[in-house]
C-alpha cells in the first residue's frame, strides 16, 4: 500500500508545474550527433531498445543493462556512444523539442495504447476506477504529462526533422507485422553496417517469451503480481476491438478520430463494416 501511494504521488508530480524545469534539466548535455527513439508511452519503445541495442553493439541486452546502452533521456550521459562522432541513441517519451536533431519516432494506434496503460497503471495503484474513468483523463491528456496521443503524433510529423528528412516513422502494427523490414529500415536510417543475420538474432533474443524471462530475471523492474499488469505484455494488434465498448469508440473518435485517419488506422465504423462484410460473404445461401 505503501508503494502504490508513493508511485501515485509521484505520477501526480510529474504532470504538476514541476515537470518542466525537470524536463528541462534532463535534457542537458545532448550532442548534435545523438539520435532519439521516441514514442507516445506504452508503445513498444522499450522492446526495440532491447533490438536495436543488441544489433548496435552485438550485446545482450537486458532490464539491468539497457540505460547503459540505449538510455532514457534521465540517464543519457551514461549511454554508450554508437554512432560516429559519439552519438547515442535515447529513448524519449516527450512530443517533439528543439534540441532533438534526428529521430525515429514509433506510432501505435492509441486505443492499444490505452489499453495497455490503463493495465500497467492499474497494477501499479495510479489507476484504480475503471476503464471509463480511466479515459476521461487519458483521451484529454491528464493522466501524465506527454498531453494527449493526438497533439503528440502531431508535434512529430509536422516538426522541422519531418521536412528535413530526419524523421523516420514506423508503426508498430507494422513491426509486428513484418519485424526484419521494419528493423532493417530502422538500421539504414541509423547508417548500421548491421545485416540481416544480426537483426534476425537480435529479433530471436527478444521475442515476447524472452522479454517475459529478462521481466521475471530483472533485478530493478517493479514486477507484476498479475498476468494483466505485467511490463511485457503480448504487444496487441488490434486487441481494442474485443475489449473497447461502442461508447468508449466512439470516445476515441471523438478526441483523435482525424490523427488515427492520418496514420492509416481504421474507424471503429469501417471495422464494424469490414466484419459485417465478411460475415455475408461466409454465411451459406439458402435455396
Do not use: C
Not at 494506434?109 to 490505452?114: E, I, K, N, S, T
Not at 537483426?199 to 533474443?205: E, F, G, M, Q, S
Not at 511485457?232 to 476515441?252: C, E, M
Request: hydrophobic share 40%; no cysteine.
Amino acid at each position: 500500500m505503501a508503494n502504490s501511494a508513493i508511485r501515485k504521488f509521484r505520477a501526480n508530480l510529474a504532470k504538476s508545474p514541476v515537470r518542466r524545469p525537470v524536463i528541462w534539466l534532463r535534457h542537458r548535455g545532448l550532442h548534435a550527433n545523438d539520435v532519439l527513439l521516441a514514442s507516445y508511452p506504452r508503445s513498444g519503445n522499450t522492446w526495440l531498445r532491447f533490438v536495436l541495442g543488441e544489433v548496435l553493439t552485438g550485446k545482450a541486452i537486458d532490464f539491468d543493462n539497457v540505460d547503459d546502452v540505449i538510455p532514457e533521456m534521465k540517464w543519457h550521459r551514461r549511454g554508450e556512444a554508437v554512432f560516429a562522432g559519439g552519438g547515442r541513441l535515447i529513448k524519449t517519451h516527450e512530443p517533439w523539442r528543439k534540441e532533438y536533431r534526428q529521430a525515429m519516432y514509433i506510432v501505435r494506434d492509441v486505443r492499444d495504447v490505452a489499453l495497455s496503460q490503463f493495465a500497467r497503471s492499474e497494477q501499479l495503484g495510479i489507476a484504480d476506477t475503471g476503464m471509463d474513468a480511466f479515459l476521461t483523463s487519458f483521451l484529454p491528456g491528464t493522466f501524465h504529462g506527454y498531453g494527449t496521443w493526438g497533439s503528440h503524433v502531431r508535434s512529430w510529423l509536422d516538426s522541422p526533422l519531418a521536412k528535413e528528412g530526419k524523421l523516420l516513422v514506423i508503426r508498430f502494427e507494422d513491426l509486428r507485422r513484418n519485424p526484419e523490414e521494419s528493423l532493417t529500415r530502422m538500421v539504414r536510417f541509423l547508417g548500421s553496417p548491421a545485416g540481416a543475420a544480426q537483426i534476425r538474432t537480435a529479433l530471436a533474443n527478444n521475442s515476447v517469451d524472452q522479454m517475459r524471462n529478462k521481466e521475471v530475471r530483472s533485478q530493478t523492474l517493479i514486477q507484476s503480481t498479475t498476468e494483466v499488469g505485467r511490463f511485457v505484455r503480448k504487444g496487441a494488434v488490434q486487441g481494442w476491438r474485443n475489449v473497447l465498448t461502442p461508447a468508449q469508440l466512439q470516445l476515441f473518435e471523438q478526441h483523435v478520430g482525424k490523427e488515427l485517419a492520418q496514420m492509416g488506422y481504421p474507424s471503429a465504423g469501417e471495422v464494424a463494416m469490414a466484419a459485417a462484410q465478411s460475415r455475408l460473404q461466409t454465411e451459406p445461401v439458402s435455396n
